[in-house]
């Protein structure tokens, strides 16, 4: 009975352990929320870098929601039934470099949501309700490389809406309701290599869009030359140190080797020596007995 209780236990283990690994069972820097959560927490753990809300009755995400979490660096609102977000709903997230709010029926965003957020490098907006997006909505996010927003009802950008992001890389407007598109929107983006505009009320796009964004990426193109330059060289020079550090290594061990041996010679040697002193006054002391 005994054996048969043990092998259950073990099977039960084995189980547990596979729906674990099956479900993507949370890491020791996350945590994870399910639908029975109503309100973001004042306080998470300490070690919690990425926090998660699935499917949770969170309605509003307050100002200073995470006032007391600045340790957090990825943070995650999916399939929740969000429909505001208060300005300053993310205030002291200084560290935070992912940020998503996906598939809610959010329909506006004030200027100051992503206040002082300067470490965001990654904007997920995707399968909103989402229908306006306001100059200084991105204010300050200088090292933004991804900003999503397919997938919304979005049919007005204000000019000037996108100029803080120097260093943006990708721009997803695909499938919103845009009916015409202005070359200004996209004229600061220096950096720019991706920019989806599919699925849209679009009739026409500006000839001089296409022209500016080839222009961009020529512009880039030196710099791109002068960047690879710079790190071809610094490979080179650390293939050269590496080199002459094995070498040196090399050297410095054979000269312990070839030390260590003479030192050995010379100790057998003295004791070889006075073993010979020591043994020789036995001896006739021995034969003067006789």
Known sequence: MAKEHIIVCLLLVGFSSQTCEKNTCPKEN??????????????????????FFIESDIRVIP??????NSQLEK??????????????????????????????????????????????????????????????????????????????????????????LDNLEVLHLARNVLKSVSTSWFSKLQKLQTLRLYENQLTTIPDDLLKDLTRQAHQQEPECRTQA????????VQICCTLVLAKFTLSLYRLLQSNERIYTRVNLTRFSYRKDITMSPIRITETAGL
């Not at 100002?63 to 007391?68: D, E, L």
């Not at 208060?86 to 200084?94: D, R, S, T």
């Open 229 to 236: 330059i710079y790190y071809t060289s610094l490979l080179v």
């Open 30 to 51: 996350q945590e994870v929320f399910d639908k029975t959560q109503t309100t973001v927490p004042e306080t998470l753990k300490l070690s919690t870098t990425e926090v």
């Open 75 to 164: 943070v995650e609102f999916l399939n929740t039934p969000t429909e505001s977000i208060e300005v300053g709903a993310f205030e002291g997230l200084k560290n935070v470099k992912d940020i998503e709010i996906s598939n809610t029926p959010l329909t506006y965003l004030p200027v100051g949501t992503f206040k002082d957020m300067y470490s965001l490098e990654k904007l997920c907006l995707k399968l909103n309700k989402i229908r306006i997006l306001e100059k200084g909505l991105f204010e300050g996010l200088r090292k933004l490389r991804d900003l999503l927003l397919q997938n919304n009802s979005i049919t007005t950008i204000q000019e000037g809406t996108f100029d803080d």
């Open 63 to 68: 100002n200073g929601a995470f006032a007391f």
